[in-house]
């Protein structure tokens, strides 16, 4: 073994296996990976083997899609073979819901360029024969789907890599991780010590024993998870025989079962409502090659719904019953990433769909590492995306909640239960028992979304479509626009910048001209490549003892994310200090015309307009707490955002609803503000504004000071802006029925042939054909194509604008398409229809700003 090496990745499993081929393949040859017995010691020998491209999130999905497209490569490469069938599969909706559950994913797939199809369940039935189709009501066909050889794939990958000039050690547990001061690794193993700049945890189900040999406590959790494997099955035989053909994959929501055909038998897994995890707190690390107990009764109510569902498995022998155990994040997406507060410690794991994901977590963190980019938008799976609060009790009841619900639909307006409430503000129990608050969680906040009628009971009816905080949602947002209202604000992200050096380091990160004192800015931050990587609003404290003082709020999920670059730009001299409030500082948004009538009774310095205005920032008591006031709200109207310590909230808030009286003030939700910024179209950061997009396609250009002097993704910018931005971010008009977006649908416009190169396949694999009589199957490109219609965008999110009273959409579409306010040229397809939809340039409400001015 060699002692020292650029990199070192711990565990063989088929994602360390992924990492190491991928950054050999970056040009990173002095790599090594270490594991502590044979390749594919963790979860992966087990795995069914299944992979497919759809997730919740899109920019996974790519990553997926990526995963399937690389298996000929390393298969090529490495002379191994992947054992890969790629036979399609089905998802069979037994409900309506669930077919707009359906819908809405089939349609997120035209603009990812995935061939889905909706088809019935006869068409279902024609490609799995074993299914009475009695018991659905339709289905989606998605042909990249299959299954391969786990062993055989992660040795693939293996292979590939030592081709590449990697080297695997294998028979060597890592024992002990130290960090030296000028940043090397040291890696204590069972054969001896080896020296790197960067440790990658590919640790699988020990990845969170080698997150603790650097004082990390990730949050994963190992699930036991069961498959089952029939005797040949003469119905399969036939099938076989008939058609030439091997059965395809089908998932059933119903009995939350996944099935398809192994050998001339059937292989089904369920993901049960009783989920079991395994080993909770710490793994042993003498468990090997083993399986666990099978456990039939845990499944019994799968199977049953199973046995109804496919008659004949019914009467099929059990060869096998495979139970074992794997690694899951509390969203059930992996953990990928820098780990922000440690240098070069890097995570690439509660990968739980290793087969579907594992390529495109390599090269994402291959990326990452060789380039300090991943080249994605990987957020959904960013390490980052947690905070403190996701202890290792929190993860157990999300996983485990995750886990029993993966096969059940997650409304737009469903809000999970498991380990809630989390953190709460010192007004929780005000907004849940006497305002009649539905709370939602908020990065691991209580937060209010809306305020239900007195004698309702307050929670969400979940739907697709308009639900019951629609008429609520709308009367607080009337009261806002006519009068004057209330929210809690303590989920944003607040930090202070100070320091002799906070002025240049700001600078640096920043898009925008710093605020003079007493001042607010809204600054974009972009990374070197410059593409949009936070959005903030900053005030200027004024400095204290001549050292300079900055408050910047954020998105509060971004926490963590920002942390990390903030911390990776830091100057080593200590000049800056980065503080993260977090919870220490709370807020309240008070907005509406009557807004400064209520908060002038509470001071005790000049707030009129003039002597306190728009975009400015000042320190005063209200009501005697000490606060920090920004006069700027996201309603877009009249309005405070005010900072105040948690013991002083109460207070705050309680004289602020005494002041407001007689005005009738109301309290409003997170949703009624979210409705406000539409009419405003002001974007959200992780909707609107994400890694993907430069700030001249997000719309951000008046924030973007070029002449400014040098700062982080300037070169970048400069070009898009010579170039002329590719896309633009757009608001619509949506003649919507009953149904809102929710957020990555299509933006469909009648160009006819016009290219405009920006809506690109993702399925480098192309799409497989199967010609054979009674399988209907897309040719690849024609879910984006429909006539003179092309699907030339999506959307990013959207919903009612109360005030205004329209549906209304954010998206990106082509750049020469974007200022086209005409009618008939686009439509959105909202659960299946296609809604016209007219693109809208200036704010529906208070176009010229006049009323936050005022
Ligand atoms: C029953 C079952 C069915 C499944 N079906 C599918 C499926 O159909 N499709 C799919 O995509 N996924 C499936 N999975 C999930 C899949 O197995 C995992 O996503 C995948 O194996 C995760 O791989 P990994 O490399 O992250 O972890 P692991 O496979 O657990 O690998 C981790 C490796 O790290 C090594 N290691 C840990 N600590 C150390 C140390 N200190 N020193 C040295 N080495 C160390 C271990 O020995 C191990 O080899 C299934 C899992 C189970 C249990």
């Known amino acids: 073994m060699k002692s020292h090496a650029k990199a070192v990745v711990i565990g063989g499993g088929v994602v360390g296996c992924s990492v190491l081929y991928h950054l050999a393949r970056a040009g990173w040859s002095d790599v090594m990976l270490i594991e502590r017995s044979e390749l594919t010691s963790g979860s992966s020998w087990h795995a069914a083997g299944g992979f497919h491209t759809l997730n919740g999130d899109p920019n996974v999905a790519k990553l997926q899609a990526y995963t399937v497209q690389l298996y000929r490569e390393i298969e090529e490469l490495s002379g191994q073979s992947c054992g890969l069938h790629l036979t399609g599969g089905v998802m069979l909706a037994d409900t309506p819901e669930r077919m707009d559950f359906l819908r809405l994913a089939h349609a997120k797939g035209r603009y990812l360029g995935m061939e889905t199809e909706l088809i019935t369940p006869s068409e279902a039935k024609s490609m799995f024969p074993l299914m009475d189709e009695r018991h659905f009501v339709g289905a989606m066909w998605d042909p990249v789907e299959g ?35 000028d940043g090397t690794w040291k890696i204590a193993t069972e054969q001896g010590t080896v020296e790197t700049e960067h440790v990658v945890n590919c640790g699988g189900l020990w990845a969170r024993e080698v997150g603790r040999m650097a004082g990390l406590e990730l949050p994963l959790l190992a699930m036991e998870h069961m498959y089952l494997l029939t005797e040949p099955m003469p119905e399969v035989e036939a099938f076989n025989r008939e058609t030439g053909r091997e059965m395809i994959g089908v998932i059933d929501f119903k009995g939350e079962i996944y099935t ?19 080993s909770p707190l710490e793994t042993p690390w003498d468990f090997g090659h083993e399986l666990l107990e099978p456990d039939i009764d845990r499944i019994a109510p799968s199977l049953e719904v199973g046995f109804r569902h496919f008659p004949a498995l019914e009467n099929a022998g059990i060869k096998q019953v495979i139970n074992g155990p794997f690694t899951f994040a509390p969203d059930g997406n992996p953990l990928v990433g ?17 087969f579907s994901q594992g390529g495109g977590v390599g090269l994402a963190l291959a990326n990452w590492m060789v380039d300090g980019d991943p080249g ?16 290792l009790r929190y993860t157990n009841a999300k996983v485990r909640e995750n886990y029993s619900r993966r096969f059940s639909i997650r409304f737009p307006n469903e809000e999970l239960p498991a380990a809630r409430p989390a953190q709460t503000t010192p007004l929780y129990d005000i907004m849940v028992r006497d305002n009649n608050a539905v709370m939602g969680d908020s990065w691991g906040l209580e937060t ?11 929670r969400d009816v979940v739907s697709f479509r308009r639900s019951n905080d629609f008429a609520p949602v709308g009367k607080e947002v009337r009261a806002v626009r006519e009068r004057v209202g209330i929210t809690e604000i303590a989920n944003f992200a607040k930090y202070e910048i100070s320091g002799t050096g906070a002025r240049a380091f700001l600078d640096r990160l920043m898009t925008n001209h710093l605020p003079k004192p007493g001042r607010i800015v809204l600054s974009p931050m972009l990374n070197e490549v ?76 000049d707030i009129s307009k003039d002597a306190f205005r728009f975009m400015d920032f000042r320190e005063m008591a209200v009501a005697g707490a000490p606060c920090m006031v920004n006069r700027l709200t996201y309603t877009g109207d009249l309005g405070y955002e005010i900072w105040m310590p948690p013991a002083c909230q109460r207070q705050v808030y309680t004289a602020l609803k005494g002041s407001g009286a007689e005005f009738d003030i109301v309290d409003f939700g997170m949703r009624a503000l979210l409705s406000m910024r539409l009419e405003k179209n002001f974007p959200t950061w992780f909707r609107e504004l994400r890694p993907i997009y430069g700030p001249f396609e997000g719309g951000m250009e008046r924030f973007v000071k070029l002449d400014k002097g040098e700062f982080i993704g300037r070169e970048a910018a400069i070009e898009e802006k010579q170039e002329g931005p590719r896309l633009r971010r757009v608001s619509f008009i949506v003649e919507a029925e009953d149904a809102d977006v929710m957020g990555d649908e299509p933006i469909w416009a009648k160009v006819g042939d016009q290219d405009f190169g920006t809506v690109e396949p993702t399925h480098g694999y192309g799409a497989p054909r199967f010609d054979e009589a009674g399988r209907k199957i897309a040719k690849a490109g024609t879910s984006m194509v429909d006539g003179a ?21 954010q998206g990106y579409v082509p750049a020469a398409l974007s200022d086209d306010e005409t009618t008939g040229l686009f439509e959105i397809e909202i659960l299946g229809r296609r809604c016209p939809a007219r693109i809208n340039v200036a704010p529906l409400f208070d176009c010229e700003g006049r009323r936050m001015r005022a």
């Open 147 to 181: 299954h391969l050889d786990p062993s055989g794939t992660t040795h693939a990958y293996a292979k590939a890599a030592r081709k590449l000039g990697a080297e695997i050690v294998l028979r060597n547990r890592v024992t002990e991780l130290t960090q030296t001061s």
């Open 260 to 278: 398809r055909q192994e050998r001339n038998g059937i292989l089904l897994g369920t993901y049960e409502k009783a989920a079991k995890p395994w």
């Open 338 to 354: 820098p780990v922000q507060g440690l240098t070069n410690y890097w995570v690439a794991c509660a990968v739980m769909a290793g």
């Open 376 to 391: 994605f938008d990987v957020w959904g799976m960013d390490v980052a995306r947690f905070g403190e609060w996701a202890s």
């Open 448 to 458: 209010p979304l809306w305020f239900a009628p007195k004698d309702t009971e307050p």
């Open 530 to 605: 410059g593409r949009l990587i936070g959005d903030f609003t900053i005030a200027n404290r004024g400095p204290k003892d001549g050292i300079d003082r900055f408050m910047v709020w954020g998105s509060s999920a971004a926490q963590i994310y920002h942390m990390r670059w903030f911390e990776k730009h830091l100057p080593p001299d200590g000049t800056v200090h980065v503080h993260r409030f977090d919870q220490t500082l709370v807020g309240l948004s008070l907005a509406g015309p009557k807004s400064r009538a209520v908060l002038e009774k509470l001071v005790d310095i």
């Open 789 to 809: 219609w092309r699907v030339v965008g999506w959307v990013t999110s959207g919903g009612y604008a109360h005030s205004v009273e329209k549906s209304m959409a």
